[in-house]
């Protein structure tokens, strides 16, 4: 068995910072070393005093040591990092531009009074959860040992739990439509129109590439013809594919199998998980 050591260097960049962020943020506010105030987001400051640091600490907040935020850790940990390796595995630009998307979203949304909140980290590792549920849906999943389901309803049973332990659920709630606005752009429309109408800007790739964070970026493979469809990212139907990871329907571990394409059709559609090739 790894070291804890080991574990952590061999995390994907993106989850691990994120992660790290978050917890070495929370440990210092429970240190006393800053008032939560000054990281909160305010968008009077933000305006007036320019205090535009608010934009983005905000994000690494997750509440303060308790078994929430314990749970919180462990999605970033498990889901996001499934996510990273799995559908988003030599694609850190991708996935680093989904968080980004993520924020922007969750920001411009704060700015209705009705969805106001100091804090978006909850929301935004919500999001996280929302993403990894769309994309490995029939994972089954086992709550607190009391209950199987599959993975598809994890987002709706976590703010069911949320409701039950008398938490806020309008950060799940802003997580759940940040979540399904980015699917609905890279996967719903994609798949109905065959036009992709969110792509990650190219200052992201350059980003990743400067920071030398995580693999190359795959080319996608380009479409024989205008109905042919793919299967992830940058996997191309219609010769031997090797899939990303994906859970284990029993146990959720994720396993990576090889598909042959089914050559009765010139065209794949194989789950709501599966992108449109460009």
């Excluded at 606005?181 to 200052?203: D, E, N, Q, S």
């Excluded at 029993?250 to 709501?272: L, Y």
Aim: one cysteine or more.
């Amino acid at each position: 068995m790894s070291s804890p050591a080991e574990f952590y260097k061999s995390l994907p960049p993106v989850s691990k910072a994120y992660g790290t962020a978050c917890l070495v943020l929370t440990t210092a506010c429970q240190l006393g070393l800053f008032d939560l105030v000054d990281i909160a987001l305010l968008y009077e400051l933000v305006f007036s005093h320019f205090q535009v640091w608010r934009l983005i600490t905000n994000f690494f907040f997750l509440g303060k040591f308790s078994i929430n935020f314990g749970i919180r850790l462990l999605v970033i940990a498990r889901y996001g990092v499934q996510l990273e390796s799995g559908p988003f595995q030599r694609q850190t630009a991708d996935f680093l531009w989904m968080m980004i998307f993520g924020a922007l979203t969750l920001l411009a949304l704060s700015l209705i009074p009705f969805f106001r909140s100091p804090f978006l980290g909850i929301s935004l590792v919500f999001m996280l959860l929302y993403v990894w549920s769309r994309e490995f849906p029939n994972a089954n999943i086992n709550i607190y040992g009391l209950v199987t389901l599959k993975a598809f309803y994890l987002p709706w049973a976590m703010l069911g739990l949320d409701v039950i332990f008398g938490s806020l659920i309008m950060p799940d709630l802003l997580g759940i439509i940040a979540g399904h606005l980015y699917y609905f752009l890279t996967v719903l429309h994609p798949l109905a129109t065959g036009k992709k109408l969110l792509k990650t800007p190219i200052w992201v790739h350059k980003l990743v590439m400067r920071l030398k964070i995580g693999a190359p970026t795959a080319t996608p493979a380009q479409p024989d013809n205008a109905g042919a469809a793919f299967r992830g990212r940058s996997y191309r139907v219609g010769e031997a594919t090797a899939y990303p990871a994906q859970p284990d329907r029993g146990s959720g571990a994720a396993t990576t199998n090889t598909v042959q394409p089914d050559s009765s059709s010139g065209v794949a559609f194989r789950g709501r998980s599966y992108r449109l090739g460009g």
